[in-house]
């Protein structure tokens, strides 16, 4: 920790006293970078934390508030479950989603965003539908066309029944 400025000082100088004792201590040789301009985003005022954030290998996602989180998990729930091989595991997966937003939902924080508990047995249909074989359907056979007798039937008996 560093010492605290004293009294008689003004902070410029006690500063710049700091910096030339950590470069007579050589704490300033050999730094990562060194020599490199700075990196700058464009006109992003976050530009150092998505550095920051893509240094250490970690996604934005520990950023989002609950809520958004939340809505983009139920989003992505049936690509979620579509990995998945067993109809408990599907299960499993909609009851620890319906855990987490009945939890916000009784003590909601963040913005507001509109979700609910998602429908298991929805859920698991579509994962049953997913994982059946797709059946070929088989080339429609081909019959030669007739006419449609019947519509011209129904003209020639109403034909004379027209009134004008």
Wanted: glycine letters at 6%; proline letters at 9%.
């Amino acid at each position: 920790m560093t010492e605290r400025k004293p009294a008689n000082l003004n902070f410029e100088s006690w500063i710049d006293k700091q910096i030339r004792e950590a470069t007579d201590r050589g704490e300033f040789e050999n730094l990562p970078g060194a020599g490199k301009p700075i990196p700058r985003g464009n006109d992003d005022e976050n530009w150092w934390l998505k550095g920051y954030l893509r240094k250490e290998g970690v996604s934005g996602d520990a950023l989002l508030p609950p809520s958004l989180l939340l809505r983009r998990d139920i989003e992505r729930l049936p690509e979620t479950v579509r990995e998945l091989s067993s109809e408990r595991a599907v299960r499993e997966t909609v009851r620890e989603l319906n855990k987490r937003v009945v939890e916000w939902l009784r003590l909601p924080h963040g913005p507001y965003v509109r979700i609910a508990p998602v429908d298991a047995e929805e859920i698991v249909a579509q994962w049953r539908a997913e994982r059946q074989p797709k059946r070929s359907t088989p080339p429609a056979a081909t019959t030669p066309s007739r006419p449609n007798r019947t519509v011209g039937r129904w003209r020639t008996l109403f034909r004379g029944r027209r009134t004008t």
